[in-house]
C-alpha cells in the first residue's frame, strides 16, 4: 500500500496562495488516480480536486474551480495543489488520496480513493 506524506499547510490571510504536497512512497502512484479533500471543523470530509493517472484529466469542486489546480510529478511520485485567492472557508485539514484501483480515467468519489495521508492544516485569516 501507499504511503502519503502531505505538506505545505499553513496560517495565510486571505487574498494569499499555498502550494500543498502529497508525496508517495511504498510503491508508484503513476497508474493511480489521486486526490485532494478537506475536512473544516464540524463538518464532513468533501471533495476537492482530483487528476487521473495520466494527468489529462482533472476535477473539482464547484467551490475552489478557478482558484485551485492540481497536478502531477509521476517522476517524483507527488501530486501537488496549487492554491490562489483563498478565502476563510478553504480554512480545513486537506488530504491526499490515492485511487483503489489503476489505470481508471479519474473519480471524484471519497470511496474510489483507498489511500490517505495524515492531512495538513490550512487556516485563511480574514
Known amino acids: 500500500q501507499v504511503q502519503l506524506v502531505e505538506s505545505g499547510g499553513g496560517l495565510v490571510q486571505a487574498g494569499d496562495s499555498l502550494r500543498l504536497s502529497c508525496a508517495a512512497s511504498?510503491?508508484?502512484?503513476?497508474?493511480?488516480?489521486m486526490g485532494w479533500f478537506r475536512q473544516a471543523p464540524g463538518k464532513e470530509r468533501e471533495f476537492v480536486a482530483a487528476?487521473?493517472?495520466?494527468?489529462?484529466?482533472?476535477y473539482y469542486a464547484d467551490s475552489v474551480k478557478g482558484r485551485f489546480t492540481i497536478s502531477r510529478d509521476n517522476a517524483l511520485n507527488t501530486v501537488y495543489l496549487q492554491m490562489i485567492s483563498l478565502k476563510p472557508e478553504d480554512t480545513a485539514i486537506y488530504y491526499c488520496?490515492?485511487?483503489?484501483?489503476?489505470?481508471?480515467?479519474?473519480?471524484?468519489?471519497?470511496?474510489?480513493?483507498?489511500?490517505w495521508g495524515q492531512g495538513t492544516q490550512v487556516t485563511v485569516s480574514s
Open positions: 487528476i487521473n493517472w495520466i494527468g489529462g484529466i482533472t
Open positions: 488520496a490515492a485511487d483503489r484501483s489503476t489505470l481508471r480515467s479519474g473519480t471524484r468519489k471519497e470511496a474510489d480513493f483507498g489511500s
Open positions: 511504498g510503491r508508484t502512484i503513476i497508474t493511480y488516480s
